[in-house]
C-alpha cells in the first residue's frame, strides 16, 4: 500500500506479494460481474518464493552497510536471498456477495504493494465491489536505523512499526473504474536522527523526525483491449504529515499494468513512475529534497503444472531506482523469484 519510510521502501522484494496472490486475480474482461467467489465457504491461498535480491541505500539495516564514510554517497550495494511464506485465509457468505478474509489483499495484485490485512469486501447489484480492511501494526515488518546520519561508526538499529486501513470502491456503477482511500501510521520506536551532527540545533534535528501520517488517493480505469489482454491506468497521489517537517511531502504517481493470459499461461506487468517534494528543506544538506521514482514488475504464471489441480509455479522480476537532488537519499534495487502457490476452496 504504502512505501512508508525509506527503509521499507528499500526492502525491494514487495513484489513477492504478487507472486503469491496474483492466482486471486479474474482476468476476464467480464471479471468484475464476477461473484467475489465459486463457491461460499472456507478458502485458503498458501504460497512460498525463493528469491535474490540487490539493493542499494543509506537506510537499507544490511550488516554490510552499517558504516557509512560520508554523507554524500548513497550506500553500499548488497545482495542476498530471501525466503517468504505468506497466505490468506477468507470466507465467503451464501450469497457469494460477501466475503471476509485475513491475510494478503486481493486488491493490489501485479502493483507491488506488500501488508497484511484483515478485511471483508460485499458487491452490490450494480456488480461495483466496496473493500474495507485494516492493516495492524506488526513490530516484525521492518527495522531502520536510530541515526541513519552517523558516519564512521556501526549504526544502531531499531524497530520501524505501521499500521492503517484503506477504502476501495471497484467497477464503481459497472464502469470498471476503482477509487481507493488509504492511510498509514508509522512510527520509528528509537528516533534520533541527527543526534551525531554537532553543527545542527534542537530545533533542526526536530526536523528529521520521521513518524509520520501517510494518505493516499488512487484512481485506475481498467480497459480491456482484446480477449486476452487488460490495460489498467492509473494515477496516485500521496501526503505525508510527517512530526519532522523535513521529511514531510506530496508526490504524484504515474501507473500502468498491463495483464495477458492464454490457456494456463497469464503474463502481467507494471511500470510506475512518481515525483515527490519534500515539505521544507532538509537541515542537514541545507536543501529541499526533489525525487524522481520508477519502477518495473513482470511476472509469469504457468497453472496446473504436471496437471495438478490448484497448484501453480511463477516467476517474477523487479527493478526500481529513485533519483534525488541529495545523494544520500538516492536508492535502487532488483529482484528475481521463482515459487509456488496452491489455492483451496
Do not use: C
Not at 525463493?50 to 548513497?74: E, H, I, K, M, P
Not at 495492524?136 to 536505523?145: A, D, Q, R, Y
Amino acid at each position: 500500500m504504502f512505501h512508508v519510510t525509506r527503509s521499507s521502501s528499500t526492502r525491494l522484494f514487495y513484489a513477492a506479494y504478487a507472486l503469491l496472490t496474483i492466482n486471486l486475480i479474474s482476468v476476464s474482461s467480464n471479471a468484475a460481474a464476477r461473484p467475489l467467489a465459486d463457491k461460499a465457504g472456507w478458502g485458503a491461498d498458501l504460497g512460498i518464493t525463493v528469491g535474490f535480491t540487490q539493493q542499494q541505500s543509506q537506510f537499507n539495516v544490511d550488516d554490510d552497510n552499517a558504516v557509512t564514510t560520508n554523507l554524500s554517497n548513497s550506500g553500499k550495494e548488497t545482495r542476498g536471498g530471501q525466503l517468504l511464506p505468506l497466505a490468506r485465509l477468507d470466507f465467503t457468505l451464501d450469497s457469494l456477495k460477501t466475503q471476509y478474509y485475513v491475510g494478503n489483499s486481493r486488491e493490489n495484485v501485479g502493483k507491488g504493494a506488500f501488508q497484511i490485512e484483515v478485511g471483508g469486501s460485499h458487491q452490490f447489484e450494480d456488480n461495483s465491489i466496496l473493500t474495507l480492511a485494516y492493516f495492524p501494526k506488526l513490530p516484525f515488518i521492518g527495522e531502520t536505523w536510530k541515526d541513519p546520519y552517523l558516519t564512521n561508526q556501526t549504526r544502531e538499529k531499531t524497530d520501524e512499526t505501521a499500521q492503517g486501513g484503506r477504502i476501495k470502491l471497484k467497477n464503481i456503477a459497472g464502469s470498471y473504474l476503482d477509487v481507493q482511500y488509504a492511510f498509514a501510521d508509522s512510527d520509528i520506536d528509537t528516533e534520533l536522527s541527527g543526534s551525531s551532527l554537532a553543527q545542527l540545533t534542537d530545533s533542526d534535528r526536530s526536523k528529521l523526525h520521521r513518524d509520520a501520517f501517510y494518505q493516499r488517493v488512487t484512481i485506475d480505469q481498467m480497459l480491456s483491449i482484446s480477449d486476452n489482454v487488460i490495460i489498467q491506468p492509473g494515477i496516485m497521489y500521496t501526503h505525508a504529515n510527517a512530526k519532522g517537517e523535513a521529511n514531510g511531502h506530496d508526490e504524484y504517481a504515474l501507473r500502468l499494468q498491463v495483464i495477458y493470459w492464454k490457456t494456463r499461461h497469464l503474463v502481467t506487468g507494471t511500470a510506475l513512475y512518481g515525483r515527490l517534494k519534500a515539505s521544507i528543506d532538509n537541515p542537514v544538506f541545507n536543501k529541499r529534497e526533489k525525487t524522481d521514482r520508477a519502477s518495473l514488475f513482470a511476472l509469469y504464471k504457468y497453472k496446473k503444472p504436471f496437471n495438478l489441480d490448484n497448484w501453480s509455479l511463477m516467476a517474477i522480476g523487479f527493478w526500481g531506482e529513485t533519483d534525488s537532488n541529495i545523494t544520500f537519499y538516492n536508492r535502487s534495487g532488483a529482484g528475481l523469484g521463482i515459487g509456488a502457490t496452491y489455492e483451496w476452496r
